[in-house]
Every structure is written in C-alpha cells, then in structure tokens.
C-alpha cells in the first residue's frame, strides 16, 4: 500500500528582503550572508499575513492543480512552528477557509525544521493502514514572527511562505510517500529553541555541527532501509537551512551538487514549509520530472531531524 502525489501549490509572500535590505538596518554585509550561508533573498509576509492566510491560498493551489475541491481531501495534516494562534490548529483553520463540509478530520505537527518529514510519516501510516484516501500535507511558516532585529546572527537566517501537496492512496507501495524515518533527541533543547517571548535562542556553530551529521545520517539510513545507493535517487531536497550545510551533507553522501534542488539562495530557512516550498519550486519549473525518485532529509530545533523518499 502507498501513494502518489496528484497536486502541488505554493504561496510565497510579496514582500522580498535582500540582504542589501538588512545591510541598512544592522551591522551585517551581503558577503557575510552569502559566504555563510547562501542566502541572497527571503519573503517576509506583511504584518497582517498569517500562517493560516498562506497555508490556505497554498492548499487552494494545490487543489487546482489537483482539479479538487476542499471536499475531495479526506485529512489535512500541517506541519506549523509558528501559528499565531495556540488553538485551533492551522489545518483545521484552513478547512474553515475553503470551506470543507464533509468534517474530514485536520491536525497540525510541530517538528520545527522536520516538521514536513514527521507530517509525511504520518501520512504514509494512514496510507499503509489503508485508513483514509487523499491527504493533504502543508507545511506553513511565519518564522519573521520570531525574528529578532537586534540579533544578526539569526534575523538573516529565516524567510516566510507555504507549500501544499495532496497525496491519494495507491496500490503501489513505489510511488508517493515510499518510505519515511523521524528520529529526536530532546536531550539538545538548548541548541535551538524558541523563548517565552516569541525569539529565537540559537547556538549556531553547534546546530551547524549536529545538521551536517544528522542529515546524511538520516539519508543513508533510509536509503538503507529501502534497500537502494546514491545511484538510484535522482534529486536531493535537503532541508533549505543553509548552503553550506547542504553541500556538506550531500558531499557526506557522495551526492553530485548537480543532484541538489536548492532554494535556500530565494527564500531562506523557512523552518517546516522549506522542503515543500523546494519541491513545488522544482515542479513548477519542470526541474523534478514525474517518475522520479527524490530523497528528502531534514533537521530542525527539538533535536529533531528525519528523512522520506517521495516518488513523483
Ligand atoms: N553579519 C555579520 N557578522 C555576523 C552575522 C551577520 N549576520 N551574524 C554573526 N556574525 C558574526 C558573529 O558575531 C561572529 O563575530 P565575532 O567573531 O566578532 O564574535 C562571527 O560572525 C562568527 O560567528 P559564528 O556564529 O561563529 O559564525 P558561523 O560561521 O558559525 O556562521 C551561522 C553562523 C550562519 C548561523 C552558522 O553557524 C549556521 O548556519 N548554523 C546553523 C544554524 C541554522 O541553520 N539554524 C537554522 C535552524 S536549524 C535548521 O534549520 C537546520
């Protein structure tokens, strides 16, 4: 039992933060950024925008895409770090927003920067219990509600957007959601957390250590698991936290730099909407091809870190 993907949308806020835009407003240059972590760009939703607000024009796009309607989804599962509010949760939110009559059922996952992986682990279960048809995942962030001004070691790190992707049970267990692995480790809280008052505490040289380990870790486990090499994978869709990062892991692997679908340059770390933003990116711009095989590894605050291999 498995599944396949049969729509995709994305919605990326109109507000677009340079790094020359951050050299006006503190003690920061566009090489630093660049050299350090491969960002160039970032969206930063306005103030009035909402986690919900761009989770539901995502998930209204990949409805399109799909030829649905709200009502043709039988679950929503969020992956969300940064919802405005405690309660209700973002899915539940977005069925409000589109509508949905049929009181399918919606959650949200908090994984932070794995939150995308650990909401497609728990999709692939549904699916391989034979338990609902079509799931819709979304990953949505406003982690500018965190940022801190005063704090340029973080405040050029984070970017703000969603993606949408609606998987339908199949028969196959070689498409969709073929295989998942999550894994945590709370005894690192300190590393990266969110404080009380909303900010981000961040130990970047250590996070920076514990990613370049744990996501080839988490890559050559599932790869194991699913008994296939480097070979057979086509893309690489790391978690978009920083460049170097990226192209550490995949040289860990022995992954080709050509096999990496990057977007960290144009959005930033967008904590758990970034490997959706990334794969609606390689699909809309026909980088991604139907048939092929891409392995998804990611690593966020918690310790949390995780992998998936999509088929599309
Ligand atoms: N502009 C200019 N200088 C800066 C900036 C900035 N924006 N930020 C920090 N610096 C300075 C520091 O103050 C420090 O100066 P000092 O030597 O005078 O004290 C110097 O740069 C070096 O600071 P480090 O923190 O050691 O810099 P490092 O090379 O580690 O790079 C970075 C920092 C980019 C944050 C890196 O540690 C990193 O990428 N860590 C991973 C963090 C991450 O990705 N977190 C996201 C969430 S988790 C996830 O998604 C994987």
Request: aromatic share 8%; glycine share 10%.
């Amino acid at each position: 039992m498995g599944s396949r993907l049969i729509g995709y949308g994305s919605y990326l806020p109109e507000k677009i933060m340079t790094n020359q835009d951050f050299e006006k407003i503190m003690d920061t240059t566009d090489e630093w950024i660049v050299q350090r972590t491969g960002m160039r760009t970032r969206h930063f939703a306005a103030d009035n925008e909402t986690v919900v607000d761009m989770a539901a024009v995502a998930a209204q796009r990949a409805l399109d895409n799909a030829g649905m309607t709200i009502d043709d989804i039988d679950m929503i599962i969020c992956a969300t770090t940064s919802p405005e509010l405690d309660f209700p949760s973002v899915g539940v939110q977005v069925l409000g927003r589109l509508g949905a009559s049929r009181n399918q059922p919606a959650f949200d996952v908090r994984g932070a920067c794995t939150g995308y992986i650990y909401a497609m682990h728990c999709a692939r279960a549904f699916f391989t219990a034979g338990m609902h048809q079509r799931i819709m995942l979304i990953g949505a962030e406003k982690m500018t509600r965190f940022v801190d001004f005063n704090d340029r070691s973080t405040a050029v790190l984070f970017g703000d957007g969603a993606g949408a992707l609606i998987f339908e049970h199949s028969s196959s267990g070689y498409s969709g959601i073929i295989d998942t692995v999550v894994m945590a480790d709370g005894r690192e809280f300190d590393m990266l957390h969110g404080t009380p008052d909303h900010k981000i505490a961040m130990n970047g040289p250590e996070t920076y250590k514990r990613a370049v380990t744990c996501m080839p870790e988490a890559a050559s486990y599932i790869m194991e698991h699913a008994g296939i090499s480097a070979d057979n994978v086509d893309w690489i869709i790391p978690h978009q936290a920083n460049l170097r990062i990226i192209n550490s892991g995949a040289q860990r692997l022995g992954f080709p730099l050509n096999k990496i679908i990057v977007t960290v340059d144009k959005h930033a770390n967008t904590s758990g909407a970034s490997g959706v933003l990334a794969l609606s990116y390689a699909l809309d711009n026909d980088i991604i091809k139907k048939g092929q095989l891409i392995l998804y590894p990611a690593f966020g605050s918690g310790l949390t870190w995780g992998a998936a291999l999509i088929r599309i």
